[in-house]
């Protein structure tokens, strides 16, 4: 029992101290919430001040705080002040899954916990700040001042002549993908490819897809849109298994070079195996090379599409090298698959604008798509570095790409962490926060997946302070 002064409010506690302190007092405050003790509105003692006087850490109630601002009981701004939720709305059903991909966060609510501009360390994006705009206005100066009248024209599908024959010939220079410009399909990043390949699919008979478990749940959602039904493909630290591949399966999306989120790399013997399947059952394996040129310990393994050009498509986009608003992404389609993909591009549109093309087919014939690529490899290299240094356990998978999969004791911890994030000012996600596994089991593995690119450089060194300080606070 203990009486917690603070910024003028007297407020009664019934605390039992020991383990799982930390729930108790979330408790407590609850319970206090729920019976109008504390009113609506109510302002809450300083969690510096109220850990004073209940004998506790202050990490001990930031957690707990931070846990009832994520469930709607309170509301607060770091260093202005904590209150009584203006119509407490109690906790989340249990296990409720994520809405979609990106949404790190689904258990939190929208409240404004933090006045501090709000750090992102989800994955999927780099730093933005980053993104070279002189060198893109140069490029689109040089588009608009050289392009043809006819490029202005309803073009072709499939996307401009220029930009195909450029993303032909970067592909096979830098990934070793054998294509030739006709076999290039430009797209409006791989949402749109994606989109684009689910119903092409399904024009051709193929029902059900096997996608990586875990795995972005956007994607999912993107073939079931196409009338797809999907089937899981266990991900261990060799990659996504070719065992659970179902006989009725026509395709599979797989992230060999640097699996998603796990971050390892397809063993040699599993790609053997998902080549021979796709040779010996006309299955389509779908490449998503989405942060490829993105290695840091060695140079990144060739594309599996080299292999069996007939049976795989390569997808790439420039959303981690440039930024996702660009939405400029390609496809390498195999020669029976093109003509439906074409007609799934008709029918689905979002073709980028012609501009934007010529532009970035500029940048990739000059070279300086190349060496922005080469500025950022070791600003990231360096943040991956820094990170695990911090961390209480190293990061999992390969040092490559722009996310690290940290992991954490269980589903609760990750939701806790996601919580007290929240509250701190970092917006994080993790496997269960964000929708990665297929069906949503609490006694499957947890970890945060960390996207280090993110903030601008002036934010990092306080985003990786505060995220050191909140693993340490959340910590079992």
Same mark, same amino acid.
């Given at each position: 029992?203990?009486?917690?002064?603070?910024?003028?409010?007297?407020?009664?506690?019934?605390?039992?101290?020991?383990?799982?302190?930390?729930?108790?007092?979330?408790?407590?405050?609850?319970?206090?919430?729920?019976?109008?003790?504390?009113?609506?509105?109510?302002?809450?003692?300083?969690?510096?001040?109220?850990?004073?006087?209940?004998?506790?850490?202050?990490?001990?109630?930031?957690?707990?705080?931070?846990?009832?601002?994520?469930?709607?009981?309170?509301?607060?701004?770091?260093?202005?002040?904590?209150?009584?939720?203006?119509?407490?709305?109690?906790?989340?059903?249990?296990?409720?899954?994520?809405?979609?991909?990106?949404?790190?966060?689904?258990?939190?609510?929208?409240?404004?916990?933090?006045?501090?501009?709000?750090?992102?360390?989800?994955?999927?994006?780099?730093?933005?700040?980053?993104?070279?705009?002189?060198?893109?206005?140069?490029?689109?100066?040089?588009?608009?001042?050289?392009?043809?009248?006819?490029?202005?024209?309803?073009?072709?599908?499939?996307?401009?002549?220029?930009?195909?024959?450029?993303?032909?010939?970067?592909?096979?220079?830098?990934?070793?993908?054998?294509?030739?410009?006709?076999?290039?399909?430009?797209?409006?990043?791989?949402?749109?490819?994606?989109?684009?390949?689910?119903?092409?699919?399904?024009?051709?008979?193929?029902?059900?897809?096997?996608?990586? =478990? *875990?795995?972005?749940?956007?994607?999912? %959602? #993107?073939?079931?849109? /196409? &009338?797809? !039904? +999907?089937?899981?493909?266990?991900? =261990? *630290?060799?990659?996504?298994?070719?065992? %659970? #591949?179902?006989?009725? /399966? &026509?395709? !599979? +999306?797989?992230?060999?070079?640097?699996?998603?989120?796990?971050?390892?790399?397809?063993?040699?013997?599993?790609? /053997?195996?998902?080549?021979?399947?796709?040779?010996?059952?006309?299955?389509?394996?779908?490449?998503?090379?989405?942060?490829?040129?993105?290695?840091?310990?060695?140079?990144?393994?060739?594309?599996?599409?080299?292999?069996?050009?007939?049976?795989?498509?390569?997808?790439?986009?420039?959303?981690?090298?440039?930024?996702?608003?660009?939405?400029?992404?390609?496809?390498?389609?195999?020669?029976?698959?093109?003509?439906?993909?074409?007609?799934?591009?008709?029918?689905?549109?979002?073709?980028?604008?012609?501009?934007?093309?010529?532009?970035?087919?500029?940048?990739?014939?000059?070279?300086?798509?190349?060496?922005?690529?080469?500025?950022?490899?070791?600003?990231?290299?360096?943040?991956?570095?820094?990170?695990?240094?911090?961390?209480?356990?190293?990061?999992?998978?390969?040092?490559?790409?722009?996310?690290?999969?940290?992991?954490?004791?269980?589903?609760?911890?990750?939701?806790?962490?996601?919580?007290?994030?929240?509250?701190?000012?970092?917006?994080?996600?993790?496997?269960?926060?964000?929708?990665?596994?297929?069906?949503?089991?609490?006694?499957?593995?947890?970890?945060?997946?960390?996207?280090?690119?993110?903030?601008?450089?002036?934010?990092?060194?306080?985003?990786?302070?505060?995220?050191?300080?909140?693993?340490?606070?959340?910590?079992?």
């Amino acid at each position: 029992m203990a009486e917690a002064r603070g910024t003028g409010l007297d407020l009664h506690l019934d605390v039992t101290r020991g383990p799982g302190v930390g729930r108790a007092l979330a408790q407590a405050l609850r319970e206090a919430v729920r019976s109008r003790r504390l009113a609506p509105r109510t302002r809450l003692p300083g969690t510096r001040s109220l850990a004073k006087d209940l004998g506790l850490s202050r990490g001990t109630v930031v957690e707990a705080y931070g846990l009832l601002i994520a469930e709607g009981w309170l509301t607060g701004m770091v260093g202005a002040g904590t209150w009584v939720a203006d119509t407490p709305v109690g906790p989340p059903p249990p296990n409720r899954p994520a809405a979609g991909a990106g949404a790190a966060a689904e258990a939190v609510p929208a409240h404004p916990v933090s006045p501090r501009p709000t750090i992102d360390l989800r994955p999927g994006r780099p730093d933005l700040s980053s993104f070279p705009r002189t060198m893109w206005a140069s490029a689109l100066r040089r588009a608009l001042t050289a392009a043809p009248d006819h490029a202005w024209d309803y073009g072709d599908p499939a996307g401009q002549p220029r930009l195909r024959a450029a993303v032909a010939a970067y592909t096979a220079r830098t990934r070793g993908v054998r294509a030739d410009a006709d076999a290039i399909v430009v797209t409006s990043g791989f949402s749109h490819a994606l989109a684009v390949l689910g119903r092409a699919l399904h024009s051709t008979g193929v029902r059900r897809v096997a996608t990586e =478990d *875990p795995g972005l749940v956007r994607h999912r %959602d #993107l073939l079931r849109a /196409a &009338g797809l !039904a +999907l089937a899981p493909l266990r991900v =261990d *630290p060799a990659g996504a298994d070719p065992a %659970d #591949l179902p006989d009725d /399966a &026509g395709a !599979a +999306l797989l992230t060999p070079a640097h699996q998603h989120p796990y971050g390892v790399v397809l063993a040699p013997r599993r790609r /053997a195996a998902f080549l021979d399947l796709a040779r010996r059952r006309g299955v389509y394996l779908i490449e998503d090379d989405y942060d490829g040129e993105f290695r840091y310990d060695r140079r990144p393994v060739g594309a599996l599409q080299a292999h069996a050009p007939d049976h795989v498509v390569f997808a790439g986009s420039a959303s981690k090298a440039l930024a996702p608003g660009m939405r400029l992404g390609w496809l390498a389609v195999p020669a029976a698959l093109r003509d439906p993909v074409l007609r799934a591009v008709r029918d689905l549109g979002a073709e980028p604008p012609a501009v934007d093309q010529l532009a970035f087919a500029d940048l990739l014939e000059r070279g300086d798509y190349d060496r922005h690529i080469r500025q950022a490899r070791p600003a990231y290299r360096r943040r991956r570095s820094e990170l695990a240094a911090r961390l209480p356990v190293p990061p999992a998978g390969v040092e490559a790409g722009l996310h690290a999969l940290v992991p954490v004791e269980s589903a609760e911890a990750e939701r806790r962490a996601v919580a007290v994030g929240r509250y701190a000012g970092l917006i994080l996600g993790g496997l269960h926060t964000a929708g990665y596994w297929y069906e949503t089991s609490d006694d499957r593995p947890a970890a945060l997946v960390l996207g280090y690119a993110t903030p601008p450089p002036h934010a990092w060194r306080g985003a990786l302070d505060t995220l050191t300080e909140l693993l340490a606070t959340t910590a079992p």
